[in-house]
Antibody
Framework: VQLVESGGGLVQPGKSLKLSCSAS????????MHWIRQAPGKGLEWDAY???????VYADAVKGRFTISRDNAKNTLYLQLNSLKSEDTAIYYC?????????WGQGVMVTVSS | DVVMTQTPPSLSVAIGQSVSISCKSS???????????LNWLLQNPGQSPKRLIY???NLGSGVPDRFSGTGSEKDFTLKISRVEAEDLGVYHC?????????FGAGTKLELK
């Protein structure tokens, strides 16, 4: 199982960014997937989940600003981040599984700053 | 949201020592399906988290049996018997019963 995030970087407040998570080593379409963040020096915070059938659920802090999606043909998970705020600065991890959350990617850094 | 209270925030241990970490939830973590979705993660320095235990007491794939998890309802414990150098890092509990999923603040395990 391998999960590789990409698409991070430095972005100004109010702008947008799209993260990707490329999955391999398992049948991607069969698994629900999460995005989970970790602000510098802080704990983990769950952002969003998408089921194998593409049902979605979000944390209140990102609802209406972030959109989780998946492309099973490309074995890729996405997170569209809009209206970014400084407090969204964090490492963003994709992770596999609904309740077990058994594999995590290495993470991608998003820095929101002017 | 379910609040996960994890203690202690840090532990200083010698190799070979045994330690326990507590995680208490503000609500019962028993799901309507009867299962309890409480997991433990280890984040080694500079790395992403990796799952140690799921559903309170089940060892993840490849996890050594010096790790064990116990507990029920709102009170859970991770025990590490005979700490090894590779066990150092931050331990997180996470509940996956209620949305949003929520994490404890972490316990940093350091060498004495």
């Amino acid at each position: 199982v391998q999960l590789v995030e990409s698409g991070g970087g430095l972005v100004q407040p109010g702008k947008s960014l799209k993260l990707s998570c490329s999955a391999s080593g398992f049948t991607f379409s069969s698994y629900g997937m999460h995005w989970i963040r970790q602000a510098p020096g802080k704990g983990l915070e769950w952002d969003a989940y998408i089921s194998s059938s593409s049902g979605t659920v979000y944390a209140d802090a990102v609802k209406g600003r972030f959109t989780i999606s998946r492309d099973n043909a490309k074995n890729t998970l996405y997170l569209q981040l809009n209206s970014l705020k400084s407090e969204d600065t964090a490492i963003y991890y994709c992770a596999r599984g609904k309740t077990g959350v058994d594999y995590w990617g290495q993470g991608v850094m998003v820095t929101v700053s002017s | 949201d379910v609040v996960m209270t994890q203690t202690p925030p840090s532990l200083s241990v010698a190799i070979g020592q045994s330690v326990s970490i507590s995680c208490k939830s503000s609500q019962s973590l028993v799901h309507s399906d009867g299962k309890t979705y409480l997991n433990w993660l280890l984040q080694n320095p500079g790395q992403s988290p990796k799952r140690l235990i799921y559903q309170v007491s089940n060892l993840g794939s490849g996890v050594p049996d010096r790790f064990s998890g116990t507990g029920s309802e709102k009170d859970f414990t991770l025990k590490i018997s005979r700490v090894e150098a590779e066990d150092l890092g931050v331990y997180h509990c996470v509940q996956a019963t209620h949305v949003p999923y929520t994490f404890g603040a972490g316990t940093k395990l350091e060498l004495k």
